[in-house]
């Protein structure tokens, strides 16, 4: 999510990256199914300069990260000492990575991870859903970066940040958030209240999220999932504009 990604994790989680794009009804993490071509949508495309109009009813926004951006950053397997950053990209090259840094003590692109690509289709449209693995310090806050060659997909946006995981046996307190049955847009690639949920997730200070299943409606496909460009009946019910970049 835009200024705080959540880590999202469930004994394997989504991701959000959350890996999500994942879906099924358990809960756990599962390869999205492919899409039947019987049943693809012709998808509404946002101009160049703009993403799809806010659910409020607001003028549309000019988005703020690269248009090579396809599916904005979010976190799985945050556990121990590690991480495991998500995004998806155009298909355009092979060379993505991940800057990062401890957040408040050196900048977030003090280091750096490549990543490994695996291409998905997306009502047909060839990307590359990218995996980078970080192995971090427990409890502790970092912030980052992702790239395509020299490209920050992130443009003027700032740095997602993100704390690892508590070690065990700690006392501390903290705050996670919990949901399910979510995904879902209507004929014009739509919901209102999921993003306003979503939003409000992105301003709590919870650490991470627990999905409890039934994610990407109807079927859990790369379509239902979707990306930040198409928009539709069935699609990009996860990582449209609206949701997932909050």
């Known amino acids: 999510m835009k200024r705080s990604v959540l880590a999202m994790r469930l004994a394997c989680l989504l991701l959000i990256g959350i890996t999500l794009p994942a879906a099924g009804g ?77 957040a408040g003590v050196e900048s977030c692109t003090a280091h750096t991870t490549p990543a490994g690509a695996t291409v998905i289709l997306v009502n047909r449209v060839r990307e590359y859903q990218w995996k980078a693995n970080l192995n971090l310090r427990p409890n502790t806050r970092y912030c980052y970066r992702v790239y395509l060659d020299s490209i920050n997909l992130l443009g003027s946006d700032s740095s997602p940040s993100f704390w690892t995981q508590l070690p065990p046996n700690s006392g501390q307190a903290f705050s996670f958030a919990v949901f399910g049955d979510w995904g879902m847009v209507d004929a014009n690639g739509r919901n209102p209240d999921q993003a306003n949920v979503l939003a409000q997730i992105a301003r709590s200070s919870a650490r991470f999220a627990v999905t409890t299943g039934d994610n990407g409606y109807p079927a859990g496909s790369q379509n239902n999932y979707g990306d930040l460009v198409q928009v539709g009946p069935n699609l990009s019910g996860v990582f449209g504009p609206a949701f997932w970049k909050v």
């Open 26 to 102: 358990s809960g756990a993490v599962v390869q999205a199914r492919p899409d039947p071509p019987a049943k693809e949508a012709t998808p509404t495309m946002p101009p160049p300069d703009a993403t799809s109009t806010p659910d409020d009813g607001g003028a549309a926004l000019a988005p703020t990260y690269h248009r090579d951006l396809l599916r904005y950053p979010y976190l799985t397997d945050v556990t121990g000492p590690y991480a495991t950053i998500n995004w998806a990209t155009v298909d355009t090259s092979l060379n993505g990575y991940v800057r990062w840094g401890e």
